[in-house]
């Protein structure tokens, strides 16, 4: 588990400037990673910076990037510090582990999860400085 935190976290250490870099040498249409792989497999080259819905998507797939590593931190940290004696007793009771997960587990991550839900519409306001650097103000 820690190798997975440190992957997982290393995404809240790297600047706008560097994901938006990072992310436009995935999505440039003649170099990009994901064109060289749609090209192995013969698929269509797209091109991610110009097309208006393809744009909107690329700048959706880095922001999520962004902000995966302290929503995985803390749903990681929530999820280790669940009593697992209620587990036996449920399990012991014959409950489905659907009916765990939505009965005994949900409710207890609840308030981290309404946290984890708040910082992240927080940080989807400030995408902005993405945006400009992806897409230099956008196609359109």
Same mark, same amino acid.
């Given at each position: ?8 976290? $290393? ?7 560097? $994901? ?96 984890? $839900? ?23």
């Amino acid at each position: 588990s820690g190798f997975f935190r440190t992957i997982f976290s $290393s995404t809240m250490g790297v600047s706008i400037s560097v $994901s938006a870099i990072f992310w436009l040498f995935i999505f440039n249409p003649s170099i990009g990673i994901l064109n060289q792989i749609a090209a192995f497999l013969h698929l269509p080259i797209l091109n991610w910076s110009t097309d208006p819905n393809l744009a909107m998507i690329s700048v959706i797939i880095s922001t999520v990037w962004m902000n995966l590593g302290f929503a995985f931190l803390v749903l990681f940290s929530a999820f280790e510090s669940l009593p697992l004696s209620l587990y036996e007793e449920t399990a012991i009771e014959g409950a489905s582990p659907a009916y765990r997960f939505m009965h005994v587990t949900i409710p207890l991550i609840s308030p981290t999860l309404f946290f984890v $839900s708040i910082i992240t519409l927080i940080e989807s306001f400030k995408s902005f400085g993405l945006i400009d650097l992806m897409t230099a103000g956008g196609p359109n």
